[in-house]
């Protein structure tokens, strides 16, 4: 079946420092794949997407790009601020018979931002 | 406009106890979806509704849940015979067809003592 896995946290980085979370897939088809966080004490977020094949997400600064060739879909950030501390999961979503996206989730990345 | 909520935001029982955890989607979403988030883990799938109907049931652990959305938009999870094992935060998303973006509520924390 289908399944996610993200590097394991927490990630502690000082701010305006770079920052990549690493995630691969195993799917059977075509994924859509996507980033959500969840900031403290809130609901997961979508942050970014990309439906094919070197598509490129973005959002807020951050960008992942669909590699199928690796079945990867890392998260990147060039220089990450306080706010950006968050949990963040990599997920993808396959069609399933009748047409409705099952998403599949990573277990989550908890990344810490100190001034 | 208004997002995904879920009432109650947290729920305490005791074991044995039916709880019932509830969902607005956003409204005109006919997609409704929830999903079970265990401490340190990532989302699971519970149960997919396409409007009134649930089209695939097959992330629910057993038959103590069950789950109904008579009207097409509300939907309401149920937990009979709590166990401590079903304490989780419980998670409700929408999106506007099955095709698109799944947009998520707050949760209800559960915890089952």
């Known amino acids: 079946g289908d399944s996610v896995t993200q590097m394991e946290g927490p990630v502690t980085l000082s701010e305006e420092a770079c920052l990549t979370i690493?995630?691969?897939?195993?799917?059977?088809?075509?994924?859509?794949l996507f980033w959500y966080v969840q900031y403290p004490g809130e609901g997961l977020q979508l942050l970014l997407k990309?439906?094919?094949?070197?598509d490129k997400g973005s959002n807020k600064g951050f960008e992942a790009t669909y590699r199928k060739e690796t079945t990867s879909f890392h998260l990147e950030k060039g220089s990450v601020q306080v706010s950006d501390s968050a949990v963040y999961f990599c997920?993808?979503?396959?069609?399933?018979?009748?047409?409705?996206?099952?998403?599949?989730f990573g277990t989550g990345t908890k990344l810490q931002v100190i001034p | 406009g208004a997002g995904v909520s879920q009432t109650p935001s947290n729920k305490v029982t005791e074991k044995g106890k039916y709880v019932e955890l509830r969902c607005d989607p956003i409204?005109?979403?006919?997609?409704l979806y929830w999903y079970r988030q265990s401490l340190g883990q990532g989302p699971e799938f519970l149960i997919y509704?396409?409007?009134?109907?649930?089209?695939?049931d097959s992330g629910l652990p057993n038959d103590r849940f069950f789950a109904v959305r008579p009207e097409g938009s509300v939907s309401t999870l149920k937990i009979q015979r709590t166990e401590r094992g079903d304490s989780a935060v419980y998670l409700c998303?929408?999106?506007?067809?099955?095709?698109?973006?799944?947009?998520f509520g707050p949760g209800t924390r559960l915890l089952v003592l």
């Open positions: 998303a929408s999106s506007a067809s099955p095709q698109e973006t799944q947009y």
């Open positions: 690493n995630c691969t897939y195993t799917a059977t088809g075509y994924p859509s």
């Open positions: 990309a439906t094919k094949a070197d």
């Open positions: 997920a993808l979503s396959e069609g399933r018979s009748g047409g409705y996206q099952k998403v599949t």
């Open positions: 409204s005109g979403h006919t997609a």
């Open positions: 509704f396409q409007g009134t109907g649930a089209a695939d």
